[in-house]
């Protein structure tokens, strides 16, 4: 079993940054693929970033490419997501998730524990 708990969500303006942080319970999490979705108020939730229980493959949606940036740190069970040049179309509730594959998945289907989520708000 997996938790994991999501901080860093705040109210920014646009083009602002932020760094969200995913701990995780458990002493396997360097064998997990780490994923962060978000879902917006009326929308479905979809993929922003992946990375390998290794850190060595990353995953991007087209959407954040370029402004955002996924990494981990296995020593400290916790993986980020570095968001830059903030926009209001970012706006939503952010949710980490485990995938016992140890892949990048950019599905949501493949992932097997899912945090609370963390709100990011920005305003124009």
């Known amino acids: 079993q997996v938790q994991l708990v999501e901080s860093g969500g705040a109210l920014v303006q646009a083009g602002g940054s932020l760094r969200l942080s995913c701990a995780a319970s458990?002493?396997?999490?360097?064998?997990?693929?780490m994923g962060w979705f978000r879902q917006a108020p009326g929308k479905e939730r979809e993929f922003v970033a992946a990375?390998?229980?290794?850190?060595?493959?990353?995953n991007y949606a087209d959407s954040v490419k370029g402004r955002c940036s996924i990494s981990r740190d296995n020593t400290k069970n916790t993986v980020y997501l570095q968001m830059n040049s903030l926009e209001p179309e970012d706006t939503a509730v952010y949710f980490c998730?485990?995938?016992?594959?140890?892949?990048?998945?950019?599905?949501?289907?493949?992932?097997?524990?899912w945090g609370q989520g963390t709100q990011v708000t920005v305003s124009s």
């Open positions: 458990g002493r396997t999490f360097s064998s997990y693929g």
């Open positions: 990375i390998s229980s290794t850190g060595g493959v990353k």
């Open positions: 998730a485990a995938a016992r594959s140890g892949l990048p998945l950019a599905s949501d289907y493949g992932y097997n524990y």
